[in-house]
């Protein structure tokens, strides 16, 4: 009874530990202090699951927790900001994995369960399974070990077919309530070729959106599992996961204007990439010096980081800059797309990190307006996220996108190191433009390059 009593008020305060890390994940300005709330939470469920009455294997648990608390602190301490999106699908597919585990070892042990019971064990151990196979597919490639895209031949067709070969099979071990070894493994191997099928032909720009797809199946599958396991915490767990994954997942497709059902079912294809074409013009460069007077001379400037800008690490650099011209008068913005970089909130994170004040950073429906006013729109690192094409060019990949207004600027200036694409691999007419200059290298030097040039200006 006592046992049960510290297990259950531990789990109140998991709960209240979950829901104020997400609260605090939901800004920029608190999303450290959530983060260490949500892990603390669950460094207490964890340790509650030792007073869980008939838990014995202490050793096997303290291996399995050493195992993976180990790898996950070394993983944690090492990936590269740019890696990020890759390590959240690969840990998504993890949560994925373990309710998967779970509901297989209920259905082998034979579990006596009722119907609704073993169908929540069958339905955890699908979504699960298809979210461990889609997000191992997602990591793979991000992180460039699959680079082909695998488009089969009648892509839906198959999908269709697995997938309801997969509702058949879970169908029958919950009707006949006979899970056979046979059954078993067919119906997790047809959930993990589905997952994998589902997942292989998406590319490119819609890749974040699926790994939040995941993450929200990945939620319910451990929500679902949870009440097999009758274990409040599991359950809360994955409601709120499940639901705040749910929510990212309908902005960033709204964000890209691409209806969930086109990226799963009319995935961007290399083929699709290339067709985005058709820019003529010539490219503009220009040195640091011109660029450094074009920003100095300006009234109103507008930056717009985009990935490039995590790549050269050019944040600190890009709010010295900012300092300078704000300094010198001029009315300096920072634009944020909410799909700029590689994962939901790159950008803001970066500059928070360097120190750029929030009240100079703007989504992109507060501040597309005032691009008109702008005399120079700085753009660093960016690109699909300001590419004219997702406007005008109805065979382009990313048409319908909504775009930073960069290009109705006075001027504007490009940071890149050369004629690189963007993630969706087109190429972008606004740096033909007549108004857009381009200022090549990698954008903390380049900054550098810049702020010394304002400073002498100003000497
Ligand atoms: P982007 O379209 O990927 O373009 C980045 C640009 O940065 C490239 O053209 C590259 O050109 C330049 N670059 C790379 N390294 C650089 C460096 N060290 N210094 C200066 N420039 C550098 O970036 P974006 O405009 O931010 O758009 C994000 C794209 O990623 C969208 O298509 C989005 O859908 C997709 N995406 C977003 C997320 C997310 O959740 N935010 C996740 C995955 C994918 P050079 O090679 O010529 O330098």
């Avoid at 305060?13 to 890390?21: C, E, K, P, R, S």
Wanted: aromatic share 8%; hydrophobic share 55%; proline share 3%.
């Amino acid at each position: 009874m006592t046992a049960k009593l510290l297990i259950n008020s531990s789990y109140f305060i998991v709960a209240l530990l979950f829901i104020l890390g997400l609260k605090g994940m939901s800004s920029p300005v608190t999303a450290r202090r959530g983060i260490i709330w949500a892990g603390a939470g669950m460094v207490l469920a964890t340790l509650v699951t030792f007073a869980w009455p008939g838990m014995t294997n202490y050793a096997l648990m303290v291996v399995a927790l050493a195992i993976g608390g180990g790898a996950s602190w070394w993983s944690g301490a090492a990936v590269k900001m740019t890696d990020m999106p890759q390590m959240v699908a690969l840990y998504n597919g993890m949560g994925g994995g373990a309710a998967a585990a779970i509901a297989a070892i209920e259905l082998f042990r034979g579990a006596t369960h009722n119907t609704m019971v073993t169908g929540l064990t069958v339905l955890g151990g699908l979504i699960g399974t298809v979210s461990f196979s889609g997000s191992l597919v997602a990591f793979a490639k991000l992180q460039g070990i699959m680079k082909k895209v695998f488009h089969l031949p009648a892509q839906n067709a198959v999908n269709v077919v697995l997938a309801a070969a997969t509702v058949f099979a879970g169908i029958v071990i919950v009707a006949t309530g006979e899970a056979t070894a046979l059954r078993i493994i067919g119906f997790f191997a047809l959930a993990l070729a589905f997952g994998a099928v589902i997942t292989m032909p998406i590319g490119g720009a819609d890749m974040p959106v699926v790994i939040s797809l995941f993450n929200a199946l990945t939620g319910l599958a451990v929500g679902f599992e949870g009440y097999v396991l009758n274990n409040p915490a599991l359950i809360i767990a994955g409601i709120v996961v499940g639901a705040a994954g749910t929510l990212l997942t309908q902005l960033m497709a709204k964000a890209m204007n691409r209806p969930l059902t086109n990226i799963l079912f009319k995935p961007i294809t290399g083929e699709a990439q290339a067709g985005g074409g058709g820019v003529t013009g010539r490219l503009k460069e220009v040195t640091a010096l011109d660029a450094a007077a074009m920003l100095r001379y300006a009234q109103k400037v507008i930056i717009v980081p985009g990935y490039g800008m995590a790549v050269g690490q050019a944040q600190h650099k890009v709010k010295e800059m900012s300092v300078l011209l704000e300094e010198a008068g001029i009315d300096v913005k920072f634009a944020i797309h909410p799909v700029a970089g590689r994962m939901p909130g790159h950008m803001n994170v970066l500059l928070a990190e360097a120190g750029v004040s929030y009240d100079r950073i703007f989504d992109m429906e507060e501040i597309n307006n005032e691009f008109a006013q702008a005399d120079v729109a700085l753009v660093i690192g960016a690109n699909d996220v300001v590419n004219p094409a997702a406007r005008t060019d109805k065979s382009s990949p990313i048409y319908g996108m909504p775009i930073l207004n960069a290009d109705q600027a006075h001027n504007v200036i490009v940071i890149k190191r050369g004629k690189g694409t963007g993630y969706s691999g087109i190429e972008n007419a606004l740096f033909y433009d007549d108004n857009t200059h381009m200022l090549y290298g990698s954008a903390q030097q380049v900054v550098n390059d810049v702020i010394k040039n304002i400073k002498e200006m100003a000497a």
